[in-house]
Nanobody
């Protein structure tokens, strides 16, 4: 059974930082491209960062809105993907979720996500 468990969200002031973690089970983590997605009220879920498998080069990609501020990384030994978020803005407020990623979409059933609230 696939499980995606996100943590690390919270309330932070604009300009602050948070580090999100997503621990997975039930998937062959190392072969999957992984992504962090976010969804704010009234908006569709969007992919904000992705990282290829190490065997595919481990390349990273970011949405323009977070480029230069967010960093995605992975630890295959821990089946975990991280999102370091710096210089947070009010518009980053959303529920953040991770998933294996293909063509910008999540592959597996979504976890609960973790709420990030940035106060201005």
């Amino acid at each position: 059974q696939v499980q995606l468990v996100e943590s690390g969200g919270g309330l932070v002031q604009a300009g602050g930082s948070l580090r999100l973690s997503c621990t997975t089970s039930g998937i062959v983590f190392s072969i999957n491209a992984m992504g962090w997605f976010r969804q704010s009220p009234g908006k569709q879920r969007e992919l904000v960062a992705s990282i290829m498998s190490i065997m595919s080069g481990g390349n990273t990609n970011y949405a323009d809105s977070v480029k230069g501020r967010f960093t995605i990384s992975r630890d295959d030994a821990k089946n975990t993907v991280y999102l370091q978020m710096n210089s947070l803005k009010a518009e980053d407020t959303a529920v953040y979720s991770c998933n294996a990623e293909a063509s910008g979409y999540g592959i597996y059933v979504w976890g609960k996500g973790t709420l990030v609230t940035v106060s201005s």
